[in-house]
Every structure is written in C-alpha cells, then in structure tokens.
C-alpha cells in the first residue's frame, strides 16, 4: 500500500493561496492521486484527481512532480468555508486487491 | 434527496450486540465501500465490492462483514459489537473512469458501542 504523509494542520486567511503537499514515497505505477475535502459530521466531497504533472479544475490544481513522490493541492484564494479537512488518497481499485489509502488528512482553518 | 444514504445516522448499542448499518445508493452505480473514521486515523477501508457477485476485505475488515444484497444495497454488520468499534462509518459509491474513479460518500453513522 501506497503511504501518505500530510501535515496535521495549516492556518491560513481569507484571500490567500493554500498549499498542501502529500508525500507518497512508495506510490506504484498503476495509482492516482486524488483529493477530498470533509466537513465536519460530513462525508467527504471529491475535490480534483491526476496521475502526473499538473491538473486543474474550478476549484484546486493538482500537482504532481515528475517521480510522483509527492504531490501538492493548490487552494486559489481561499475563503471561511474552504476550512475544512483535506484528505490526500493514493491508489486504485482495479480488479483484485486493495489498493486504495487514504491520508491522515490535513485540517485547514481559514481566517479573516 | 440525496444519491447515497445510510441507516441508522446515530446508533448506540452494548457490547456483544449484532447491529447492521445500511446503505443505499441511487447513483446506479456498481462500486460501494465501507469506511471507518477514527479521530486522527482518517479513513480506513473495511470492506468494497465490484458488483452484486463481488465482496473484497480492506484494511481493516476483522470484527465486520458485508452483504451486497442489490447493486443499490451494502450492508455492514458487526456480529459482536466491541466498544473499540466505536467510529463514524461511511459508505461511499464510484463509478469506474480508468483511474480509481470519483467516490461518493454518504453523510456517515455514528457508532457507539457501551
């Protein structure tokens, strides 16, 4: 299984860019790198997916270095209710196998 | 209403209890899995399955089990509940996209085992 390693916390304020990186030191070649976000008493929501190099969407960028040993979700202009837990999975479920690990995730409190 | 729902949303039971926790799906989806959130644990995969014919233990499926009972249908059951079994437990769906696809998670079971 494809470990993960995030930060525990990060403070940030409103307007402001967040960053979270997530190391993957053993990801394997057939994983995906995909991002979630949770509130509290809820489940959590997909928020961007890529393989390598760079993904972006209405909400986040994703990026992944060439090794794919970590890979970084980029928050633009962050506001209140962008705090949240953030949740770094590495891997697959294709056939036989479990492969799918998620992170400890990374609790973000934007303030103004 | 929303495309994946789970019952019971709280539960309270004794240790040595059998207690199911239900979920349902209206994504039409063929995935669904089971979770377990600890505080500062994240999310632990218990059980996940294909289809109807198909169930597959996760990280952490001792003390549970699973029926895939309908494609819209995945029950988990703790035989003998035990108060280490208290967590949140979700159930999410996905489809399949070619990587490990987009998982939908219903809003949780909160668990407590006296």
């Known amino acids: 299984l494809a470990k993960t390693t995030q930060p525990i916390s990060m403070d940030s304020y409103e307007g402001q860019e967040v960053n979270i990186t997530c190391s993957h030191n053993?990801?394997?070649?057939?994983?995906?790198i995909t991002w979630y976000q949770q509130f509290p008493s809820q489940g959590p929501r997909f928020i961007i997916q890529g393989y390598k190099t760079k993904v972006t969407n209405e909400v986040a960028s994703l990026f992944i270095p060439a090794d794919r040993k970590s890979s970084t979700l980029s928050l633009p202009r962050v506001s209140l209710s962008d705090t949240a837990v953030y949740y770094c999975l590495v891997g697959v479920v294709w056939g036989g196998g479990n492969k799918l690990t998620f992170g400890t995730g990374t609790q973000l409190k934007v303030e103004l | 209403d929303a495309d994946v729902t789970q019952t019971p949303r709280n539960r309270i039971t004794k240790t040595g209890k059998r207690i199911m926790l239900e979920c349902s799906q209206t994504?039409?989806?063929?995935?669904m899995y089971w979770y377990r959130q600890d505080p500062g644990l994240g999310l632990r995969l218990i059980y996940y399955s294909f289809d109807v014919k198909d169930i597959n233990k996760g990280e952490i499926s001792d003390g549970y089990s699973v029926s895939r009972q309908a494609q819209a249908k995945f029950s988990l059951s703790l035989e003998s509940a035990i108060p280490n079994q208290t967590a949140l437990y979700f159930c999410a769906t996905s489809d399949f996209g070619g990587g490990p696809g987009t998982q939908y998670f219903g809003p949780g079971t909160r668990l407590l085992v006296l």
């Open positions: 994504k039409g989806h063929d995935r």
């Open positions: 053993n990801i394997a070649t057939n994983d995906y």
